[in-house]
């Protein structure tokens, strides 16, 4: 099976910066995604890390260690608008040439003045 | 605009019913996909295809029930088995490619068993 470990809630200032991390166990891993979820929406892609190492898009970075089997999600300059919920996501093969993606339970965050 | 297109929005259901639930998708992706969201909680997965006419189950098929018989449309019924089934239920695609993470979700539907 696979389970994937993220801290049930966070709070940071705005204008801070703040890491969401991320532990997996799993078989057939391929890659790490991060999810963005406000309240009642559907969730959008933030970044997803196939190798190990940093990956920067403008305020949010991403990053995997496949030896650790952790990976972050980094957001600098706190906005009130990033308070929401974020997943992390592996990329797995679940057999017989197919691929899925399994989510973490969510890591809620708060961005506070 | 390419997307997907959950209907509908909103639905009631009595016990002992079934509920089919719509998703559409014109990104010509290969890959369908059913999750389940719970108050508080992650994105199980429910059902996915890869392909037309083929479809594995997920984590939680139990009481659930797909087809896939276009490219673009892969409804899910929400059958009286289903001892739960008030949820949030997202249907996404994307290419099946191993080495892409990224899923394109729709709004959602959201069901709820009166």
């Known amino acids: 099976g696979q389970s994937l470990e993220q801290p049930s809630e966070v709070t940071a200032v705005e204008g801070a910066i703040v890491q969401i991390n991320c532990t997996y166990q799993?078989?057939?891993?391929?890659?790490l995604s991060w999810y963005q979820q406000h309240d009642g929406g559907a969730p959008t892609f933030l970044s997803y890390n196939a190798l190990d190492g940093l990956e920067e898009t403008g305020r949010f970075s991403s990053f995997l260690s496949r030896s650790d089997s952790y990976g972050y999600l980094l957001l600098q300059e706190l906005q009130m608008k990033d308070s929401a919920s974020y997943f992390c996501?592996?990329?797995?093969?679940?057999?017989?040439?197919?691929?899925?993606?399994?989510f973490g339970k969510g890591t809620k965050l708060s961005v506070i003045p | 605009d390419g997307g997907i297109t959950q209907s509908p929005k909103y639905l009631f259901r009595k016990e002992g019913q079934n509920v089919t639930l719509s998703c559409e998708q014109n990104l010509n992706h290969d890959a369908m996909y059913w999750y389940r969201q719970d108050p508080g909680q992650g994105l199980r997965l429910i059902y996915y295809s890869q392909i037309v006419n083929d479809f594995q189950k997920g984590d939680i098929a139990e009481g659930y029930s797909v087809s896939r018989e276009k490219k673009e449309s892969f409804p899910l019924t929400v059958t009286s088995a289903q001892k739960n089934p008030t949820a949030f239920y997202l249907c996404?695609?994307?290419?099946?490619?191993?080495?892409?993470?990224?899923?394109?979700f729709g709004e959602g539907s959201r069901l709820t068993v009166l």
């Open positions: 799993t078989s057939g891993f391929y890659g």
């Open positions: 996501a592996v990329r797995e093969d679940s057999g017989a040439g197919s691929y899925q993606l399994t």
């Open positions: 996404a695609s994307s290419t099946p490619d191993r080495y892409t993470g990224e899923l394109f």
